[in-house]
Every structure is written in structure tokens, then in C-alpha cells.
Nanobody, 125 residues
Framework: QVQLVESGGGLVQAGGSLRLSCEAS????????MGWYRQAPGKQRELVAY???????FHAGAVKGRFTISRDTAKRMVYLQMNSLKPEDTAVYYC???????????????????WGQGTQVTVSS
């Protein structure tokens, strides 16, 4: 059974930083990609960033230049370094993994197969 466990969320002031961590129960290289999504109250879940098996990364426009996804394959960990946080970054952040090809449904949550329980990030103004 695949398990993804997030940690590192919390309350931070605008302009501050947080690092989210996601620990996988198995090798993260067994997936086509690992990613981070977020969901704010009343909004749809949105893709924040992903890293493919080959190491290619993608960051959504809203976070590009502020957030960085990375991984440590030996530790089965994926990270999301979040800098220059804004109140609009407030959301529950989810770690996700996908077995599906990266050809379609890349940003659609339905394209991702496994999910963590989420960690709350709150940015105060």
C-alpha cells in the first residue's frame, strides 16, 4: 500500500519561508512523477510543482521563482521549499504521486494516483 506523509506546514508571516516534506513508503523513482498540490477553502485543488522520474521539474506560474521542488531518492523524500510566502499561498498542501504517463492530465488531480493527507500552510499578512 502506497503511503505519502507530509510534514512541515504551519503558520508564517508574509515574506517568510517554510519547507514541506513528503515521505513515501517506497522508492519515489517507482513513480513517473511526484508533485505538490494545494487547495484553498472554496477553491479547486491546483498543481503547485512536480518532479519527474528523470528529474525534470515544473513550477506553476503563481509560485515560480518563490517555490522549489526537490527530492532525496535515498531517503524517499520530496520537498517543497517555499520562500517569500504570500497570504494567497494559504492552503492545505498535498503530496501526490503518479503511475500514469506524463503525456496527459498532468495538471489534473485525476491524473495523479496517490495522495497524502495534506498539511496546512497559513500565511498571515
Amino acid at each position: 500500500q502506497v503511503q505519502l506523509v507530509e510534514s512541515g506546514g504551519g503558520l508564517v508571516q508574509a515574506g517568510g519561508s517554510l519547507r514541506l516534506s513528503c515521505e513515501a513508503s517506497g522508492s519515489i523513482l517507482s513513480y513517473n512523477a511526484m508533485g505538490w498540490y494545494r487547495q484553498a477553502p472554496g477553491k479547486q485543488r491546483e498543481l503547485v510543482a512536480y518532479i519527474t522520474r528523470s528529474g525534470t521539474t515544473f513550477h506553476a506560474g503563481a509560485v515560480k521563482g518563490r517555490f522549489t521542488i526537490s527530492r532525496d531518492t535515498a531517503k524517499r523524500m520530496v520537498y517543497l521549499q517555499m520562500n517569500s510566502l504570500k497570504p494567497e499561498d494559504t492552503a492545505v498542501y498535498y503530496c501526490a504521486a503518479r503511475d500514469q504517463s506524463m503525456v496527459i492530465l498532468v495538471s489534473d488531480p485525476n491524473g495523479w494516483d496517490y495522495w497524502g493527507q495534506g498539511t496546512q500552510v497559513t500565511v498571515s499578512s
